[in-house]
Each structure stands twice: as structure tokens, then as C-alpha cells.
């Protein structure tokens, strides 16, 4: 892969055998990003699961207590009452059959899809579409509810749905580059604890193998494995 000369200048300041600590690795992407833009902070943690296992597959939910800075449109599957109630919350998109012929004909300028559980006989009808862009409600997730205004007012903190690939790899984004120190720690730490409580039963040996960070145009930086929950701020 060709690199720019930007990339191939900022990882002259990095010392690939070194594994960091999270504060560290932070600090390092924040000292050193390149682009002229917001970067987001991506990690990605690679398990000791057999994602090809249904009861390995690690799926959860977490809110994030400082979001992840990005603003998504939010649409909502419902009809009378609850309606109502999803657009008092703030829901960008509400309504029912007529939502579902729109998607239908290819209209997606939405980023999160809450439904109520009377609304799943008709969003059943574009699974195919939602699903394969992770837009399906689901359950598990806490989008197919009748407790609207919670749902909505959690995806707008800065709620996030992570689920192993078929790598047995999870990939979030925990903030900006904008964000303090502190913030992004603090995101680190909360989506690090999601994971290890939602650890498979099944699941046997070393969880977490690995965990990589970086920024969206910058290089990525192994976590230490014996100090990926240590946030303790670099100096």
C-alpha cells in the first residue's frame, strides 16, 4: 500500500516495538494526527472467541459517557401514541409503512433505526436492506422498544453496538481527536468493560488477544496487553 508523505513522517516518530498503555497511546495519536480534520479514534480487539460459534459470537450494547462525536440522524418505526412520544424525544424520522416503501426505493439518510415490537411485521420487509448496513433493530441491542424516549435518548449520548466479525474482531470508534485525554479514556475504559462483561460462557483461554488504536488517517498502536484497563494518565 502507498503511503503519504504525511503518514510515512508522523510513524518516523513511532517505535513499533514498543507496546503502550492506553493514556500513552492516546496521548501519542492525539500529539501526532496529521489530517485537517476531526479524525476519529478507532479500536479494534481482536478475541479468543469461534465467531463461527453462535454462543461466541460477543455482541452488546454501552453508552459511552462522553459519545463518540458524531451526530446521527435517528429514525423511529411507530404509530399513534408512541409516535408522538419518539418525536417529543427528538427522533429525526418517525413513522410506519410509509418509512418502509421509502428505504424500499433506496433512501438511507438515517444512522440509527429504533422500532417498536408492533412495528417489526413491517421493517421485517427490509431486513435485507438495514441489515448488511447494521441499521436492523434488534432486541439485544435495545432498538426494538417500546421505551422510546430511553432509546432515543441513549443513541443520542453516544450509544454504541459492538459485535464481533467474522475475524472475531469488534471495531468502534471511542471519540475524537478533539476530545481531552481524559474524555477519551474514560470512552476507552467503559467499552473495554462492556466487552470482558459480555465474555461467552464458552469462550475458553485468553479473551482479549489484542487491542490496536489509531486515528482514521493515522497508524495504529498496540495496547500492552498486561495494561489495557490502566488509564492512568501519561504524563
Keep these: 500500500m502507498k503511503r503519504g508523505k504525511k503518514y510515512l513522517s508522523t510513524i518516523e516518530n513511532l517505535d513499533k516495538s514498543k507496546m503502550l498503555s492506553p493514556a500513552e497511546a492516546i496521548k501519542w495519536i492525539k500529539e501526532n494526527h496529521f489530517a485537517n480534520f476531526d479524525e476519529s479514534i478507532d479500536i479494534s480487539v481482536n478475541l479468543g472467541v469461534d465467531p463461527r460459534k453462535a454462543d461466541q459470537v460477543v455482541r452488546g450494547t454501552v453508552v459511552l459517557p462522553h459519545g463518540t462525536g458524531k451526530v446521527k440522524k435517528i429514525l423511529v418505526f411507530a404509530q399513534g401514541e408512541k409516535a408522538v412520544e419518539a418525536r417529543d424525544a427528538g427522533a429525526d424520522y418517525v413513522g410506519g409503512e410509509e418509512l418502509v416503501e421509502k428505504i424500499s426505493n433506496g433512501w438511507l439518510d438515517f444512522g440509527v433505526c429504533i422500532a417498536t415490537p408492533d ?77 470482558i462483561k459480555s465474555r461467552p460462557a464458552t469462550a475458553k483461554g485468553k479473551y482479549i488477544k489484542s487491542i490496536y488504536i489509531s486515528s482514521t488517517m493515522g497508524p495504529s498502536i498496540k495496547i500492552d496487553p498486561n495494561k489495557i484497563t490502566d488509564i492512568t494518565e501519561a504524563a
Design 119 to 195: 412495528m417489526m411485521k413491517h421493517v421485517g420487509k427490509i431486513a435485507k436492506i438495514l441489515g448488511p448496513r447494521k441499521l436492523m433493530p434488534n432486541p439485544k441491542s435495545g432498538t426494538v422498544t417500546f421505551e422510546l424516549k430511553k432509546a432515543i435518548e441513549d443513541s443520542k449520548k453516544g450509544k454504541l453496538e459492538f459485535r464481533t466479525d467474522r475475524n472475531g474482531t469488534i471495531h468502534c470508534t471511542i471519540g475524537k481527536v478533539s476530545f481531552g485525554l481524559k474524555e477519551l479514556l474514560e470512552n476507552y475504559l467503559t467499552l473495554i468493560d462492556a466487552i
